[in-house]
């Protein structure tokens, strides 16, 4: 039976591909985004919340079988806040009573296996007290001390914590509109690619995801393969949340960010290390010359994005922070630790660990001779728990290290 449904966020990603998949399956799907689509609305605002909703009431005549909030940003700045907390609920809470009208309503909030990273305490304090003032001036301080990482993790675990708490009440389960929520892994997406440098394997790679349920996608897995993974309860069928006295299942977000903050996924951290490596018939000067830059990933990585040293810093000078940033969202930032040109060799650590929560990243990328020419060797020792393991592997080890050196080998031997 043919639904009507709206998707926030529709203009690309996740959104995108969800409001493609409901549209091939005969729905009539509302696209709402900031300019593309059937209703232009900022999130961000309070002006562009009730624009969102009036102008779906009008679009639809006031009533909605599903709604499926999807609109984030991940940038460090109050706005990530604004649009992934604030903005959903308030999409949320202004669509509920269209939902009330509808034909087996349903409500699905699109979180994030991050929820299960460390957030900021003032600002998840904040968001559950509903005090958005307070909660940008959280995110503000956040930046302002060096820890605007902890904006996004916070934006993702106070939605999902507001799912756990509000889906079971009156006004959504027992009015009958199921609530949900799901918490994709590393989704390949404008706003995650490339994760922490990384660019995705392809999809077939998908591994279990770190957050610990079987109803999200695993690591990398293209925007298609998310919506189609939690379909079964997307707009038409029935969801087991529906009980007013169960957490709304399943939502791997909702129920690994209630109160408190739950522990990290997949058990202790043990140490780990990850290799990768390549035989390459060119000079070890050479390929120094082309790989040893720490400023300059993305001349040889076809899926790097330039990097930007913070503060102006030297390249070459230990403590120096590149930053990588997609569509003006930062994803990534890695610390030089050490850079020696005599031997081939610079090592960086890992900051802001967005795509996977592993502790004490430290990499090297070392140029070494080898009778047929140079061995590039790709290194790192992490912290993670057992589960991670193969995840990591999957986008740092295959993602990362052996797209790029294969890259590199192309574009030295190529031009020989």
């Known amino acids: 039976m043919p639904r009507t449904c709206l998707v926030t966020g529709a203009a690309s990603g996740i959104g995108a591909a969800t409001a493609a998949l409901l549209r091939e399956q005969g729905h009539t799907v509302l696209a709402a985004d900031l300019a593309d689509g059937d209703i232009h609305a900022d999130l961000a605002t309070p002006d562009g919340r009730a624009a969102l909703v009036a102008r779906a009431t009008a679009l639809t005549g006031g009533r909605l079988d599903a709604v499926v909030s999807c609109a984030g940003v991940a940038r460090f700045d109050p706005l990530t806040i604004r649009v992934n907390h604030f903005g959903a609920v308030a999409t949320l809470d202004g669509l509920r009573p269209l939902l009330a009208a ?95 440098t990384t660019p995705a394997p392809a999809p077939s790679s998908n591994g279990p995801s770190p957050c610990p349920c079987t109803a999200t996608p695993g690591p990398n897995s293209s925007p298609r393969s998310s919506p189609g993974s939690s379909r079964p309860r997307t707009p038409s069928s029935p969801a087991r949340s529906s009980s007013r ?48 830059g720490f400023a300059t990933l993305a001349d040889w990585h076809p899926h790097v994005p330039p990097a930007v040293l913070e503060a102006g810093a030297d390249p070459d000078a230990p403590g120096a922070v590149r930053a990588f940033a997609v569509d003006g969202a930062v994803v990534a930032r890695e610390r030089l630790l050490s850079r020696d040109p005599a031997a081939h060799r610079y090592s960086y650590a890992l900051l802001d660990p967005l795509a996977l929560p592993v502790e004490e990243y430290v990499a090297t990328l070392a140029v070494h001779p080898h009778p047929d020419g140079a061995e590039v060797r790709w290194t790192a020792a992490y912290r993670a728990p057992d589960a991670l393991v193969p995840q990591v592997e999957a986008v740092f080890g295959d993602g990362v290290y052996a797209t790029g050196l294969d890259a590199l080998r192309e574009r030295l031997t190529s031009t020989r």
């Not at 699109?110 to 929820?115: R, T």
């Not at 977000?253 to 996924?265: H, I, L, V």
């Not at 290799?275 to 120094?288: E, F, K, M, Q």
């Open 102 to 196: 509808g034909t087996r309503p349903r409500a699905l909030v699109v979180g994030s296996v991050d929820s299960v990273h460390p957030t900021d305490p003032a600002l998840m304090a904040a968001a559950d007290a509903h005090d958005e003032d307070a909660a940008v001036a959280a995110a503000r301080a956040a930046v302002d001390r060096g820890e605007g990482h902890l904006v996004y993790s916070s934006s993702k675990a106070a939605v999902s914590r507001w799912v756990r708490r509000t889906a079971p009440g009156d006004a959504w389960a027992g009015a009958g509109i199921p609530l949900n929520a799901v918490a994709p892994g590393v989704v390949v997406t404008p706003l995650t690619r490339p994760p922490s």
């Open 245 to 292: 006295t169960a957490a709304p299942t399943p939502s791997c977000a909702a129920t690994a960010s209630g109160d408190p903050t739950p522990p990290r996924p997949g058990g202790p951290m043990h140490p780990r290390t990850l290799t990768r490596s390549l035989v390459i018939a060119a000079d070890p000067d050479a390929v120094w010359a082309v790989a040893g």
